[in-house]
């Protein structure tokens, strides 16, 4: 039996949880799912320039988690912008910096959502 996961530790909630190619509506478009982990370590790691050691302290996760946390959300984010799928952030197994903050996969937390550079 697999023990139970842990929550990750994250300190942002991007403002904005939902991304959309140009020039196709949406009832057309796939989409691609990243949770609030994986947005946290993508942050972490490529806009806040931490070493992963550093990153996954800060996620309270061993450097082996983050590592896979990490891998998950860029070939994510990456299939999304070569193939042209939409990006939603939501769901996942996290705590907000120092508060209870339980979201499961199938439950997301309610923001405006982003599409052509307004806020709807």
């Known amino acids: 039996m697999a023990r139970p996961t842990k929550e990750r530790r994250v300190e942002f909630i991007p403002e904005f ?3 959309k190619p140009v020039g196709k509506p949406l009832h057309e478009l796939e989409e691609i ?3 609030i982990e994986e947005v946290e370590a993508l942050r972490l790691k490529d806009l806040e320039g931490l070493t992963q050691e550093e990153a996954a302290e800060k996620m309270d996760v061993s450097r082996p ?3 896979r946390i990490l891998t ?3 070939k994510k984010l ?3 912008l070569i193939n042209g799928y939409a990006i939603k952030f939501q769901g996942g197994n996290y705590r907000l910096a120092g508060k209870h903050c339980h979201r499961s996969h199938d439950k997301g937390f309610e923001r405006g959502h982003w599409k052509r ?3 709807e």
Do not use: V
């Open 78 to 80: 990456t299939s999304a």
């Open 117 to 119: 550079g307004r806020k």
């Open 65 to 67: 988690t983050f590592q």
């Open 17 to 19: 949880d939902y991304f």
């Open 72 to 74: 998950m959300g860029r």
């Open 33 to 35: 799912c990243l949770t």
